[in-house]
C-alpha cells in the first residue's frame, strides 16, 4: 500500500463575530456576522464573511467563502520577499520581512491572516482605521501585491 503525501491541513481562525439588532414588534432579533480566515500554512491563505441566524452557522458560511476565495502568497524562507503596504477603506498595513527567528509581529485581525499563510517572521503595522474586517481585506491586498524576485526580473527582462 503506497503512502499519500502529507497535505496541510487547512486550519480555520475566527477573526470576530458580530451580533447586530433588528427591532420588530415583538422585541429584537439577533443575527450575526463572522469574519473567517482559512490558510494550509504553506503559502495558500483566504478569508470570508458568513451571516447568521445563529454563531455556528454564521462561521460555516464565513468558512466556506473562505475556501473558496483562498490564493498563493509569494515567500522567501519563511518571510515576506519585500516591504509592502495595503489599504482598504480606512485600514492601511505595513509589511516588512523580518530576519529568521523574529516571529509575527502584528496585532489583531492582521496576525490571524499572517499566522495561516504560513509566515512566520514579519513586521507589520496596522494604520488608520481599526475595522477589523478592513485590516483582514488590505493585509491580503498587501499579500496580492507581493512577488517573487524572479518575477521582477522577468517583468524588467532582467537575468539575475
Given at each position: 500500500m503506497e503512502e499519500k503525501p502529507a497535505v496541510p491541513e487547512i486550519e480555520e481562525r475566527v477573526v470576530f463575530v458580530n451580533r447586530c439588532a433588528k427591532v420588530v414588534k415583538g422585541g429584537r432579533r439577533f443575527s450575526f456576522s463572522a469574519v473567517v480566515v482559512v490558510g494550509n500554512r504553506e503559502g495558500l491563505v483566504g478569508f470570508g464573511f458568513g451571516k447568521a441566524n445563529?454563531?455556528?452557522?454564521?462561521?460555516?458560511?464565513?468558512t466556506e467563502l473562505a475556501k473558496r476565495a483562498m490564493f498563493p502568497v509569494v515567500?522567501?524562507?519563511?518571510?515576506?520577499?519585500?516591504e509592502v503596504h495595503g489599504r482598504f477603506g480606512g485600514s492601511y498595513v505595513l509589511l516588512r520581512p523580518a530576519s529568521p527567528g523574529t516571529g509575527v509581529i502584528a496585532g489583531g485581525g492582521m496576525r490571524a491572516v499572517i499566522e495561516v499563510s504560513g509566515i512566520r517572521d514579519v513586521l507589520a503595522k496596522s494604520l488608520g482605521?481599526?475595522?477589523?474586517?478592513?485590516?483582514?481585506?488590505?493585509?491580503v491586498e498587501a499579500f496580492k501585491q507581493l512577488r517573487s524576485r524572479d518575477a521582477i526580473a522577468a517583468t524588467r527582462q532582467v537575468e539575475i
Open positions: 445563529e454563531v455556528p452557522e454564521a462561521i460555516r458560511k464565513g515567500m522567501k524562507d519563511r518571510s515576506i520577499p519585500h482605521s481599526k475595522n477589523r474586517m478592513n485590516v483582514v481585506r488590505a493585509t
